[in-house]
């Protein structure tokens, strides 16, 4: 059943290549970000981007029963990419055939695809307005 989830972002959350970061809880709790970064940077390192140049933002997820991390980048003027990854035990899985992003996941989706809109997909693009433009969270 649905309940809503803690999610946070804040203006200065970026990884060292400018990606931004959000967290989403299935409680109260902050999620401890160094967890996942070790993560982010192996699923960035196994693909072929520029990620200076890309607008990208990732989900550490503390879901009921594991971790998620949710990594989105934009290409080709206006697709978005995905690589979702689970924490199984210790070892993180990438595996598109058994996980995905969920619902909560989805909340901040639609948030960034708008914030993509107003500061890409536009007359005058500014990767640099898409970085310090966040997603308002109820």
């Not at 990208?56 to 594991?66: A, P």
């Amino acid at each position: 059943m649905f309940k809503p989830r803690n999610i946070q972002t804040k203006n200065d959350w970026f990884d060292n290549s400018g990606t931004k970061i959000y967290t989403i809880s299935i409680d109260e709790n902050s999620i401890e970000q160094s967890l996942f970064i070790s993560r982010l940077n192996d699923v960035k390192n196994s693909r072929n981007v520029d990620w200076y140049n890309t607008a990208s933002f990732v989900i550490f997820h503390k879901g009921e029963s594991c971790n998620y991390l949710v990594f989105i980048w934009w290409g080709n003027d206006n697709e978005l990419f995905t690589s979702v990854s689970v924490e199984v035990g210790n070892k993180w899985v990438e595996d598109p055939a058994k996980y995905s992003f969920c619902l909560y996941d989805m909340e901040v989706m639609w948030l960034e695809r708008n914030i993509y809109i107003e500061t890409i997909d536009c007359g005058s693009p500014s990767l640099d307005a898409y970085r310090k433009s966040r997603a308002i969270l109820s």
